[in-house]
Structure formats: structure tokens, C-alpha cells
């Protein structure tokens, strides 16, 4: 089975649930279809393709209007623009091809010899096939900027919030999910904190997760999370509702040479407690520490490591995850001032999904999207659904933005 | 299930003993630490007064992980954070290598954090203690470390040598291996005096060996025995380079800073003194260089 046809299209919903609908069709060409696939294309991507156009046309003009010899900076940074813009001028120059080729090739599959008319008709598949990833693929690709935090991992933090011990015993089930997550993404999970609590749940844990796309993935768990179920431990078997809040934090290499995030005289270092004479005085264990940047007045605490010099590095690294964390949203900001920009981000006070347990139902409010699936998310991989809705959300909001903007 | 409520009570008393917080930080510790025997024995043990540290059967001191056993000092976070400084400040490489000598070595962590993080190939340490406990200690963290005890012409690599000596023997300075560097020492510093009211974890689980400034056989009171014989010994002539790097680096008890310091100075012929400061902002090194 060929996928002959993918149309794109947009349908405009309420905030989070824009979609392209990829549809499909496989039905043999009859001369009153063939006749308008062209314009069907063209005109189910006509945004995309003006958008090319536009920008094609600014790399023709920067090369007819350039010099051989580039000397001045302006010239420099239209050289590069030109180049940036290469790629999209082959694309576009192979849709133009393929385009002209289908319209040569429509005429022959009437033709009256019959090999020709097959030949046709081969040609015709494929030529479509290429159009329609043209456009689906190839077209958005070179339009949505690569993400720029691709390479970062991610530093997770689980807090337990109303519910008691109810929460802690969720934040324990969802700890699970994610170290599971992480292990099917190929990730490298690590705890870095976690505090049990006395009925058996986890309080609050901090876990890292390394690997490429780890942070790009994991973000958008940030928020919220609401539980609805019967706690194990109410014989009554009332239903409650209990809430664990999720933050995911950017983690830059640490052996980045030169620290951009902050500079080391910013930061006061803290040990906690009072140690007496200290030195061979003292056996017991003090290696909590505590970092306080001055000009953002953020604070680390760390104190789940046996020894100082560990607690200090996760501490920093925890630092460096928070800076990094609001240089990012700072960027995104600037960018929403200079363009209108339709990417939104995560509210971390907002709640984004429900866990309920009598339905079997889990909930994302920001998609609007509700699965049938909570076993799937709490026992297996479902959660990759909610992540990939995210994720294929979130790169539909970037095309429609660059398409409005262009 | 009384076993279970026998742990409660265990883990109660710790917090007695040592607080909650603290008392939770060692039960997620011991609780990680599986390969150490099981919750309630350690428990049990803690309770007891035993130290988490050889309860466990290991410190991270640095990016280390070295091995503890009664009665072989337990590696503090104050020596830990200076040798970690004096890492960072001197930097040999194979080009411009540096002999180190670690005098009352105990469980090696000095030399073995230097080994670890200066280039390799650029660094010969030598460790010295009276304990052959600590001396065999001392060489299990080194292969731990993966430090080997002798030069190999094969492969480039640190090396580090513990080996049984009296630093207080007047003869001690006639038979040193070869000239050094840079000497360092976490000497015994307590006094007597000071020594009864320890916590028990220190007094009756640490060899006293370890801790007293001033051993039963030599007279005095201030706890600073070994620094005079330390400042004696790089005052004789080929026992310390001359070089710039060159330099004595000394731990002191809390208010010895400065004594040890005139020590240095008029003893040890160190001209050239410099005190730095713990984490916790007490006066906890002594460095001294000639010129
Ligand atoms: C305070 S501990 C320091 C151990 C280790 N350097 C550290 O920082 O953890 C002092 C060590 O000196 C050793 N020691 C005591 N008297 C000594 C002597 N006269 N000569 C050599 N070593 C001695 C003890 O056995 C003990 O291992």
C-alpha cells in the first residue's frame, strides 16, 4: 500500500489541538482526478509553498544583487544567508521539476499503447509521491529550525503537592513511569535526590536523564499532575484527589569550558550546619550544601550525597539547569516581542493532565486529548502518546507561525 | 511484624542520637548500600555508636571512592576540600612531574586524590605511616584507584608507594627514598585533654594513634609534636627541592594555625607562609614555602 496523496491541513481548533490531518488516497487515477491533483497539491499547501517561494526568491535576488569579491560585513552575512538558504532552493527547484514532469506525464496515461499507458502510470505514482513529501515533509523540515536543545538532557523534578500521603504514593507510581520512559527512549536515568516518605511513597526525587532529545522530550511534563483514584489505604473506598507538580529542568554539559551561565563570584557556597572544631574532632557525616546565586538570588540545596564535593557538583549542576532553564525562557520572550509567536509555554502552576483511575482515563488539558489508556501510561509505554501529541502540537504551532509570518 | 518494629526502634533512637535529619540522610544511605549487610545490623551498629563510614566500608573523598576500616582514621570533608584545592592549584604535567610525600598517610586519600586528578605520568607520591593496618589500607585504596605502587616503564601512569615509617624517629629523614616536591601531612592533632570528651564515635572506634597531637612517649601538651619533627625534616638540606612549586602543606586542629605557622617558619626554614581557610571558615591549613 502507497501513500499516493498526503494533503495538509490545517483546522483551526481551540488553542492546543491545530492538527494536520494526514490523509490518504489510493484509488487508481480516472482522467476527471488526475486533471486536478496538481491544484489539489498546490492548493492544499499553498501557505507552505508561498512560503518557500518567498524565501526563494529573497535567495535569488541576494545572489543577482552580490559581488564576486565579498568584502564589507554585509556581504558576509548575505553570503551566509544564501547558503542558509540553499537547501530550500534545491527542494524547490525538484518540486518545479516534478511539477512540470506530472503535467507531461497526465496527457499519457491515456495514451492508446498500452505499455506506454503503464509506464504512465508508474511514473504518475511516483511523481505524486514525491510531490506529497515534498510538501509534508521535506518543505516543513527546512522551514522549522532544528531545536536548540536538542543535545540537552534533562534534570527532572517530581514535589508531591495536596493529598498528603496519597501524592507521595502517586509520585512514587509516576517516578516509575518516567525511569521507564527513559529506559525505552534509550536514556541514561540516574536519582540524583529522593526523599521517602513514612507510608512507603516518595515526597519529592530529583532524577537526571541523559541523552540526546532527553530534555526536548521531557519538557513538556512540566506542571501539574492530578491523581483521581481510591487510595490503597482508604477503607472507606472514596475516591481521592491528590496533585504532584513536575518541573523539568535543561542540563548543559557540565565540562563546558567556560561557564556562560554565571560567573563562580556570583555564586556563595554554603555548608550547613556548624561543625564544632571540626577535622579529626568529628566523625559524622556533614555534606549537605547550599548555593546561592546573588545577581538571581536563585538557592541549591544538596544534601543527599555522602560527601561535599559531590553535593556541591550535583548542586551546581542543579544551578546551572535552573540558569539555563531561564536564559531559555528569557529567549523565548524576546522572541514572542519581536514576532508574534504562537509557541506557548508551560505554565508550571497549571495543571496539565488527570490520572483517573475509576475510568481508566488519562487526561492532558493542554491537548484537550483523552486516552483510554491509563494502564498503558502506568504499567507500559503509553506515555509516549501524550508526549508525541506534544511534540507533533508544538511543530505544527512553529509552521503556522513561520507560515503567518512570511 | 516485630522484626519491622524493630527497626522503628532502632531508627528512633538514631534520631535520638543524632537528629532527624541527619538520622534519615544515614537510613537512605545504609538503605542503599546493600552490598554492607543487612538495615537492621546496620542499624544496630549506629546506634551503638559505630561510625556510618565503617559501617558502609567506604567514603567518597573527591571523585574517589576509597575503602574505611576500624580503626584506620576515616577521611574528614576538611582534608577533602583542601587537597582538592591544592589539586587545582599546582598542575604538573609529564614536562614539569612532581614528587609528592604524604607523611601519616592513613587510608592514602591525600596522594590518591593528587594521583587521580594531576595528568598521568606527572606525578610519584610516597605515603608514610606507622600502622601497617593503614599501610595495607593504604595500598587497597591505591589499587582500588587503579594507582599502582611501582613505576612501570611499560605504560605511563601516577605512582604512589605507602610504606611503614616513624615520622617522629629522629632517624626518619636519613632514609627517604629520594627528595620531593611537596610535602603534605593531616598529622594526630588532638590534645589530651581534648581527646576525653570526643564523641564516641571518634574516641572508641578511631585509633587513638591517630588523633593525639601528642603520643605517650614524647613530652608536651599543645598536640604539636609532629609538626616540630615535620619542620625539622624539611629544614635538613635534600629532603625538599628547590623549585618554584616546591612547598609543605600541613592540616591543623582548630586555633593551631598559627602556631604551627611560627613552627614553619623558625624550625622549618618555610619563609614564606600562607593559611587557608575550611569550608566552615576555620584557620585548617598551613602551607609554607621557601622563597
Ligand atoms: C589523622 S590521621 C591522617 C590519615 C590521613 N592522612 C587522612 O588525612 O585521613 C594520622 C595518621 O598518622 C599515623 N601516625 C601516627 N603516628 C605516626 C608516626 N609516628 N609516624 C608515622 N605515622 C604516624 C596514624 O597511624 C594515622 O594513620
Not at chain 1, 516534478?98 to 496515461?109: A, D, G, H, K, V
Not at chain 1, 526536548?216 to 483521581?228: I, N, P, T
Not at chain 2, 519491622?4 to 528512633?12: D, E, K, M, R, S
Request: aromatic residues 6%.
Amino acid at each position: 500500500m502507497q501513500t499516493l496523496l498526503r494533503r495538509i491541513k490545517q483546522v483551526p481548533l481551540r488553542p492546543y489541538t491545530r492538527v494536520y490531518s494526514v490523509a490518504s488516497t489510493r484509488s487508481i487515477p480516472s482522467r476527471s482526478k488526475t486533471l486536478s491533483v496538481i491544484d489539489q497539491l498546490e492548493q492544499d499547501g499553498a501557505r507552505i509553498l508561498r512560503t518557500v517561494q518567498t524565501r526563494v526568491e529573497e535567495r535569488d535576488d541576494l545572489v543577482a544583487s552580490s559581488l564576486d569579491d565579498i568584502s564589507s560585513p554585509e556581504d558576509i552575512t548575505r553570503a551566509k544567508r544564501v547558503k542558509e538558504l540553499e537547501p530550500l532552493k534545491m527542494a524547490w527547484d525538484e518540486w518545479q521539476t516534478n511539477r512540470q514532469l506530472l503535467r507531461e506525464t497526465i496527457p499519457l496515461l491515456n495514451d492508446l499503447d498500452p505499455t506506454m499507458r503503464a509506464l504512465a502510470s508508474d511514473e504518475y505514482t511516483s511523481l505524486i509521491a514525491s510531490l506529497s513529501h515534498s510538501l509534508s515533509r521535506t518543505f516543513p523540515s527546512l522551514l522549522v529550525p532544528p531545536s536548540p536543545t536538542i543535545h540537552m538532557s534533562a534534570l527532572l523534578e517530581l514535589k508531591s503537592g495536596v493529598g498528603g500521603s496519597e501524592a507521595s504514593l502517586f509520585l512514587g507510581d509516576l517516578l516509575r513511569v518516567y525511569l521507564r520512559y527513559a529506559q525505552v527512549m534509550k536514556w541514561k536515568a540516574e536519582i540524583v535526590e529522593k526523599n521517602e516518605s513514612d507510608g512507603g511513597g516518595v515526597r519529592d526525587a530529583i532524577v537526571e536523564v541523559k541523552g540526546v532529545g532527553a530534555y526536548d522530550g521531557l519538557k513538556w511534563e512540566s506542571g501539574v499532575h492530578r491523581v483521581q483514584r481510591v487510595p490503597a489505604t482508604e477503607s472507606k473506598g472514596r475516591v481521592h484527589t491528590s496533585t504532584i507538580t513536575a518541573v523539568v529542568l535543561p542540563l548543559a554539559e557540565e565540562d563546558a569550558p567556560e561557564d556562560e551561565l554565571f560567573s563562580m563570584d556570583d555564586v556563595r557556597v554554603e555548608v550547613m550546619r556548624a561543625r564544632g572544631a571540626g577535622g579529626q574532632h568529628v566523625n559524622k557525616t556533614e555534606s549537605a550544601v547550599r548555593l546561592t546565586h546573588r545577581p538571581s538570588g536563585i538557592t541549591v540545596s544538596m544534601q543527599d550525597e555522602r560527601s561535599q564535593h559531590q553535593n556541591r557538583r550535583r548542586a551546581f549542576q542543579i544551578l546551572r539547569a535552573r540558569l539555563m532553564d531561564r536564559k531559555l525562557t528569557q529567549d523565548l520572550a524576546n522572541r514572542r516581542a519581536e514576532r508574534r509567536d504562537l509557541v506557548q509555554t508551560a505554565d508550571r502552576s497549571a495543571k496539565i493532565r488527570t490520572y483517573n483511575y475509576v475510568q481508566e482515563r488519562v487526561t492532558d488539558h493542554r491537548l484537550g486529548l483523552s486516552l483510554m489508556n491509563l494502564t498503558t501510561v502506568m504499567e507500559e509505554d503509553g506515555l509516549h502518546e501524550f508526549i508525541d501529541a506534544m511534540q507533533r502540537n508544538h511543530d505544527e504551532s512553529v509552521m503556522e507561525e513561520i507560515i503567518q509570518d512570511s | 511484624m516485630p522484626r519491622q518494629h524493630h527497626v522503628a526502634q532502632l531508627f528512633l533512637a538514631l534520631t535520638k542520637s543524632i537528629g532527624r535529619q541527619s538520622a534519615n540522610q544515614e537510613l537512605n544511605w545504609m538503605k542503599r548500600a546493600t552490598h554492607a549487610g543487612c538495615l537492621k545490623e546496620m542499624l544496630e551498629r549506629r546506634v551503638e555508636g559505630e561510625p556510618l563510614q565503617y559501617i558502609l566500608g567506604t567514603q567518597p573523598f573527591g571523585p574517589l571512592d576509597l575503602l574505611t576500616r576500624a580503626p584506620i582514621l576515616i577521611p574528614r570533608p576538611e582534608t577533602e576540600h583542601w587537597a582538592i584545592r591544592l589539586a587545582e592549584l599546582l598542575q604538573p604535567t609529564i614536562e614539569r612531574p612532581l614528587s609528592v610525600l604524604d607523611l601519616c598517610t592513613g587510608s592514602g586519600c591525600i596522594p590518591l586524590l593528587l594521583c587521580h586528578l594531576w595528568a598521568r605520568g606527572s606525578t610519584r607520591a610516597y605515603g608514610v605511616d606507622i600502622s601497617d593496618h593503614a599501610v595495607q589500607l593504604a595500598k587497597d585504596n591505591a589499587a582500588r584507584c587503579g594507582i599502582p605502587g611501582v613505576a612501570s616503564p611499560h605504560h605511563f601512569s601516577n605512582v604512589y608507594t605507602p610504606y611503614l615509617a616513624n615520622v617522629l624517629d629522629a632517624t626518619f629523614g636519613d632514609s627517604l627514598p629520594r627528595s620531593f616536591d611537596v610535602i603534605t601531612s593531616n598529622p594526630p592533632y588532638i590534645l589530651l585533654n581534648e581527646y576525653h570528651q570526643l564523641p564516641r564515635s571518634v574516641k572508641d572506634y578511631e585509633d587513638p594513634r591517630a588523633l593525639l597531637g601528642d603520643p605517650p612517649d614524647i613530652p608536651g601538651t599543645d598536640g604539636l609534636a609532629f609538626y616540630h619533627a615535620i619542620a625539622r625534616l624539611v629544614a635538613r638540606d635534600g629532603v625538599l627541592n628547590e623549585g618554584d612549586q616546591t612547598m609543605v602543606v600541613l592540616e591543623v586542629g582548630d586555633k593551631q594555625a598559627a602556631a604551627v605557622e611560627a613552627i614553619l617558619k623558625t624550625e622549618g626554614r618555610l619563609n614564606r607562609t600562607e593559611i587557608w581557610l575550611d569550608p566552615w571558615g576555620k584557620e585548617r591549613v598551613v602551607v609554607g614555602r621557601r622563597k
